[in-house]
């Protein structure tokens, strides 16, 4: 499938930081990819694009792509419509010539029939039946985009289901039936084979090489005997040499996208880091000099379609947030050692945003109450509530719930009713006025230091936080 | 004889400075803070492994990255 697409070159995905790491560390970038969702704002039950963030990414001189993280096409949950159209004003502020979204899903049914974040990526059914239904979301997907769309290639923790496509059969199946692009990630598929799942080699040889326009790389590590497509950092030296490998084989592939979380930049030995974009700078040079034109192997498209994409869908989203499920089928998968890692990587990330917003009021209770007991309350919680994609909405609940739990420190309410106000302003602008017995600068100034705050003057004080 | 409360104003950082050299610290704070965080494809490794804050209550900075 060729596709009259701009060659781009080598990026990296837009991560707050970068103009220090393009401009002070010279780091040599042609083109920026944006996950767009990460540059709105929670407010009600709107999505609200951060025009002043987004003025100063359009200001980079590097050109853009998008890069979705809210609307992947592996389920059977219907795309919010306020996300689509965003996403599609996204493509259009940026001017990016194509779009690309993951091959996974996010969102399921519950037993009520009411759809529930799942609060991870997950892997889709990889049957002919799944393969049909990602297509079908695919192709709507793309349909309400103003540019071509492509699936990126999904990292797979599970262990290998008896009856299923292959991987790379599975990918073929879909991108064929949505007749879409192709975005490689070499990470995840090399994070796949590692973690048992089909060899890169075998992928590679069972997808349509030409529909390949997108390569994406990226570091991770070890974590519960799983390579985590973690995102933490530098390449490993070996997927350099694969992709060294790999993408002189591919015809029309027209970036190459380095990705990292922000919070990897502060330790990332940046030295390390553009000797590794140099090299793929090289290895960019080199596309479509060694393609093989060879028969696809297609054999391992056959599938059992014992269970329904729906079915899938909905047992794992469950299980991967903790929910108990009755079935054959959450049974076969509850004996997946994945399953377990799926919702200790849930878990991290609910309590990352929490804590990210909360942080005083999590080291008081981590401080006053010890480890095990903030870890209940977040279990509790995490129990309770699904999760959000927002941090900003699962922190809001997260104080509701943590004042119905009238928990008996002195100083919690205070602290909590300040970090929540101070989250609005950096959410809405604005003011928050809030009334308080204890000054949270003294509670703040005691918890920097790591001391519980103690003989903090009592009185009534109206915060204003601005 | 109802006292009136004691206001003490507090200011939350700026989202963005106009710099964008400078914007690393702020708005990766703001960003990880309120964005859809949970849902980039790579996720937040501070919190694997040690938990969230150590014995110092200090945030837990996570494995090295690989």
């Known amino acids: ?82 996300q689509v159209s965003l996403f599609a004003d996204a493509i259009r502020t940026f001017d990016a010539p194509w779009a690309s979204e993951h091959l996974s899903f996010n969102r399921a049914f519950g037993e009520d029939g009411v759809p529930f974040n799942a609060g991870f990526l997950l892997p889709p059914l990889q049957t002919r039946a799944g393969a049909a239904a990602a297509a079908v979301m695919a192709r709507s997907l793309a349909s309400r985009l103003p540019v071509p769309f492509a699936v990126e290639t999904g990292v797979n923790y599970l262990r290998p289901r008896p009856g299923e496509m292959s991987d790379g059969a599975f990918v073929r199946a879909v991108a064929e039936g949505a007749d879409c692009g192709i975005l490689l990630d070499l990470h995840n598929v090399w994070a796949n084979e590692r973690n048992g799942r089909q060899t890169v080699r075998e992928f590679l040889d069972e997808i349509p090489p030409d529909r390949v326009w997108e390569v994406h790389v990226a570091g991770g590590f070890e974590y519960a005997g799983y390579w985590l497509d973690a995102h933490s950092g530098v390449m490993p030296e070996a997927l350099l040499e694969l992709a060294a490998e790999v993408v002189p084989k591919l015809p029309n592939v027209h970036a190459i996208i380095f990705e990292m979380v922000p919070q990897a930049l502060p330790r990332t030995d ?13 290895i960019w040079t080199t596309r479509g000099t060694r393609v093989e034109r060879r028969p696809a192997n297609v054999e391992a498209s056959a599938s059992t379609d014992d269970v329904s994409p729906r079915e899938w869908q909905d047992t794992l989203g469950a299980l991967a947030i903790g929910r108990q499920v009755s079935s054959a089928l959450a049974d076969t998968l509850s004996a997946d050692p994945a399953v377990p890692v799926f919702r200790k990587l849930v878990w991290q990330v609910r309590a990352g945003m929490i804590v990210d917003n909360f942080t005083f009021t999590s080291r008081l209770l981590m401080l006053s109450r010890g480890e095990e007991f903030l870890r209940g309350l977040f279990d509790d919680f995490f129990a309770r509530v699904p999760p959000e994609f927002f941090g900003s909405s699962e922190s809001d609940t997260f104080a509701g719930y943590v004042r119905d739990q009238q928990i008996d420190e002195p100083v919690l309410a205070d602290l909590l009713a300040y970090e929540h106000a101070a989250m609005r302003v950096q959410l809405e602008g604005g003011t928050q006025v809030i009334r308080t017995r204890h000054d949270p600068n003294a509670l703040v100034a005691a918890l920097s230091e790591g001391q519980i705050p103690a003989g903090v003057e009592e009185d009534d004080f109206e915060i204003v936080v601005s | 004889m109802a006292t009136a409360a004691r206001t003490v104003y507090i200011g939350v950082p700026k989202k963005v400075s106009d710099d964008l050299k400078h914007m690393n610290r702020v708005t990766e704070q703001v960003l990880g803070k309120l964005g859809c965080g949970g849902c980039h494809s790579g996720f937040d490794l501070r919190f694997i492994d040690p938990f969230i804050i150590n014995e110092k209550g200090e945030l837990a900075s996570g494995p090295t990255a690989g």
């Open chain 1, 1 to 82: 499938m060729t596709m009259p697409l701009p060659d781009l070159g080598v990026g990296v995905v837009y991560i707050p930081g970068i103009g220090k790491l393009l401009e002070d560390d010279g780091l040599p970038i042609d083109v920026i990819e944006i996950e767009p969702q990460t540059l709105w704002r929670r407010r009600g039950e709107r999505y609200v694009p951060d025009d002043e963030i987004i003025g100063h990414v359009s200001a980079l001189p590097q050109r853009k792509l998008v890069h979705g993280v809210g609307c992947p096409v592996g389920g059977s949950v219907g795309h919010e419509e306020q």
């Open chain 1, 270 to 282: 940046v030295a390390i880091l553009r000797r590794q974009v140099e090299t793929l700078r090289t």
